[in-house]
């Protein structure tokens, strides 16, 4: 099923989201630095993924409280939480292969949930005209293959 135009862009952004899940797990494989794979998580966070979440709390939210299971909306802010937490202590520098594997993990989890049960939740049951005045339009998208050092090769 095509995604609702409205939120195409987050959806966009989810791809985005798993391909530095992709990268991660390719550079945990090969036990690439953790230090350079931490780097790459923060570019990340701060170009574009911390944006994502922004845009969901403040928009989608919102707009879909009073119509979506309140569990789900209560999942997507404890979600976010959790994936915070773990950027939080990733930027105190103290890293390691597990925080990494971790948020990795978490954050996938999370994308695939958001995908395959938030948003059809959100296409079938918010009323067409707050789905259609949605605003989340794309904004100048990161694309984490451009990190400077290509730890997962």
């Known amino acids: 099923m095509k995604r609702h135009a409205a939120l195409q862009p987050l ?3 989810h791809h985005q989201g798993l391909l530095v899940v992709l ?9 690439a ?5 931490n780097q790459f998580i923060l570019a990340a966070w701060q170009q574009e ?26 999942k997507l802010l404890l979600d976010h939480a959790s994936i915070r937490q773990t950027i ?4 105190t520098g103290k890293v390691s292969s597990d ?4 948020f990795a993990q978490n954050l996938e989890t999370h ?12 296409e ?3 009323p067409a005209n707050i789905l259609n005045t949605l605003e989340l339009e794309d904004v100048d998208q990161y694309n984490c293959i451009h990190f400077p050092v290509k730890f997962w090769e």
């Open 49 to 74: 993924l911390n944006m994502h979440f922004e845009k969901e709390e403040q928009v989608l939210l919102p707009s879909s409280t009073g119509f979506i299971d309140q569990y789900l909306l209560d």
């Open 33 to 37: 630095d953790p230090v350079v794979m």
């Open 99 to 102: 925080l990494i594997t971790n």
């Open 88 to 91: 939080q202590r990733l930027a």
């Open 11 to 13: 959806s966009r952004q």
């Open 124 to 126: 079938n049951i918010l």
């Open 23 to 31: 990268l991660l797990k390719k550079g945990l494989a090969k036990k």
């Open 111 to 122: 994308i695939r949930w958001e995908e395959k049960v938030l948003f059809p939740s959100i």
